[in-house]
């Protein structure tokens, strides 16, 4: 689990550089608001992960199985 969600980390911060470079020159916006937006995406995106393995976790133990 921590190889696929690692994988996915690196294969979203590449989407994301490759993402910032068109938006930055189509939107022709500052690249520091593109990046700023992107990383707090990006957090996001970790803790819905991590807080779907921790509910997970609650429900194997609560049910026991």
Known sequence: MLFTARS???TRI???NVLDVFTCQLA???WAY???RAVIVD???IALIFY???Q???Y???TGK
Do not use: Q
Request: charged share 20%; proline share 0%.
């Open 52 to 54: 779907t393995i921790y």
């Open 43 to 45: 957090h996001l995106i």
């Open 8 to 10: 996915m980390i690196t």
């Open 34 to 36: 593109n990046y700023k």
């Open 14 to 16: 590449a989407t994301k």
């Open 28 to 30: 022709g916006e500052h």
């Open 60 to 62: 194997k133990v609560h």
């Open 56 to 58: 997970y976790a609650r």
